[in-house]
């Protein structure tokens, strides 16, 4: 029971920060229908441009935060105003491939440019276990998770009740009409893109500090895809329900399976839910059906 309680816990720290990722993602695609495949690579720039702000500027902890945010919104930004607002009415094909090429981009000279860029916080930094009654729980992870956790309180109250927010449900419930009412939907638009380079930037600094930093970590941009379409594309309670199970999922199955099916099951056991899912409920745990008159 206590190795039980210890992955279930560790796989809820873990979906913590999953659903900080997955939050960024579903706010681009609630408020502009683009989904950003890039997102991950948006994550590894995050965190090592703080670890440059931090090792190589000798900006301390809160101006490597600050430098590292001011680069993402400038990315984020820069991406919306010379590539997303050109692909409004083409084809969602053309989106999908547009942030694809962007990540391999930013995967090839982050790789060049920012080799050997020490993350902000190292792993060992929190080292030293929590114990709860008889469970262990990383500092580290613990620490990461509640920041997280934080963050995602805040994006879901900027979105239920700040001005911006509204706007941003009004345009992703009816983009013309939203218009109409005199919502500047290209500025709004512009603010939810740098809203996701900001999020890129602490869920970077935060995953960098649980398992290390690398451009391996682009590959938590995998992990958000399965959690979005569990939830709902159109879901943000959705999100974050799933992408908690996600996390528990894959601290269980790399506990029970992994030593029985080989290394790295627990990883792919997402996707075997999310195959499930799609053939069960293809719009979500929490997502709306499209609904069409005939």
């Known amino acids: 029971m206590q190795y039980f309680l210890s992955l279930v816990i560790d796989g809820v720290l873990a979906g913590a920060i999953y659903a900080l990722v997955a ?5 681009v695609y ?42 993402m919104i400038a990315l984020a930004a820069g991406f ?31 790789l060049l440019v920012f ?5 902000l916080f190292p792993p060992s930094l929190l080292s030293e276990p ?24 805040l994006i879901g109250g900027f979105w239920r009740f700040s001005r911006t927010g509204i706007a ?26 740098s809203l996701a380079g900001m999020v890129a930037v602490v869920a970077g ?19 958000v895809f399965p959690i979005v379409i569990l939830g709902g594309l159109d879901s943000i309670a959705g999100t974050i329900v799933a992408a908690i ?15 029985p099916l080989g290394p790295g099951f627990g990883s792919i056991a997402p996707y075997l839910v999310l195959l499930a899912m799609l053939m069960t409920r293809p719009y979500g745990l929490f997502g709306q059906p499209r609904v069409e008159r005939v």
């Not at 939050?23 to 706010?27: I, R, S």
């Not at 997102?39 to 500027?57: D, K, M, S």
């Not at 080799?115 to 993350?119: D, F, K, R, W």
């Open 115 to 119: 080799a050997g860029v020490p993350s």
């Open 23 to 27: 939050l960024a993602f579903v706010l």
């Open 245 to 259: 199970a996600v996390g528990v999922l894959e601290s269980l199955g790399a506990g029970y399976l992994d030593e």
């Open 130 to 153: 929590v114990v709860i009654g008889d469970v262990a729980i990383p500092a580290g992870k613990l620490v990461a998770a509640c920041v997280a956790g934080l963050c995602v309180a």
């Open 168 to 193: 941003l449900r009004a345009i992703a419930d009816d983009p013309q009409a939203a218009m109409a009412s005199g919502i500047d939907v290209d500025r709004q638009l512009l603010i939810v893109w």
């Open 30 to 71: 609630k408020a502009s229908a683009m989904m950003n495949f890039a997102l991950g690579e948006w994550v590894v720039f995050g965190a090592v441009l703080a670890g440059t702000g931090l090792h190589f500027l000798h900006l301390g902890t809160i101006g490597a935060l600050i430098f590292a945010a001011i680069g």
């Open 80 to 110: 919306y105003r010379l590539v997303v607002r050109r692909l409004v009415g083409r084809p969602a094909l053309s989106a999908i491939m547009v942030t694809l090429g962007l990540g391999m981009v930013m995967r090839g000279s982050g």
């Open 205 to 223: 600094v935060l995953w960098t500090m649980v398992v290390g930093g690398g451009f391996g970590v682009a590959l938590i941009g995998l992990k």
